[in-house]
């Protein structure tokens, strides 16, 4: 006869651990792999630093800026203490919505979550390996330049997107709160 999990066990499981887990810490892992390889390759086998601005289309560039701020160049932290607050804050971010993660009953919702998870820790390994976030993709038309970003960034804003829609369109209860449904 085996003896029952510790209940203390059980109910961290609990808290971690859901039925759309693997689907977003999953996609998560896919954000992060695609993210790191896409920087490696501009930095290290393309070399954007050493091209500069290249363009792509009338509208779109490939350039190498180094984001100290969070997305999008926003709130720009200079220092040590500012660089590891960020870092610090991202995977507290990515705990908290990994709980959020185990308590989903949506699949939208569980991959949208992963998106955010896997950008935010995409840019946290940049920072803990550059210090700062390496962003290429420069959009601009009519004389206005949008902020430069990178894959990680598109990631968080699509999983905030399918947040949305979830929310918006197929029912909050089902986004966060089983018990609702």
Known sequence: MQAAPPPSSVMLR???????????????????????????????VYDIGAKGPVAITSFFDLVLVWNQG?????????????????????????????VWLARL????????????????IGNAIDRIAYGAVADFFSLHAFGYQWYVFNIADTAIVAG???????SLFRGHKKVGNPSKM
């Open 160 to 166: 905030v997107v399918g947040l949305l829609y979830e």
């Open 105 to 120: 009953t949506s699949p939208l919702a569980a991959v949208s979550i992963g998106l955010i998870i896997g950008g935010a």
């Open 70 to 98: 969070i997305s999008y160049g926003l709130i720009p932290q200079q220092g040590v203490a500012g660089r590891w607050g960020l870092i610090l804050f991202a995977f507290g971010a990515s705990l908290a919505l990994a």
């Open 14 to 44: 609990n808290w971690l651990w859901g039925p759309l887990s693997p689907l977003g810490l999953g996609i998560a892992a896919l954000t992060v792999l695609a993210d790191q390889a896409h920087k490696a390759w501009m930095l290290y």
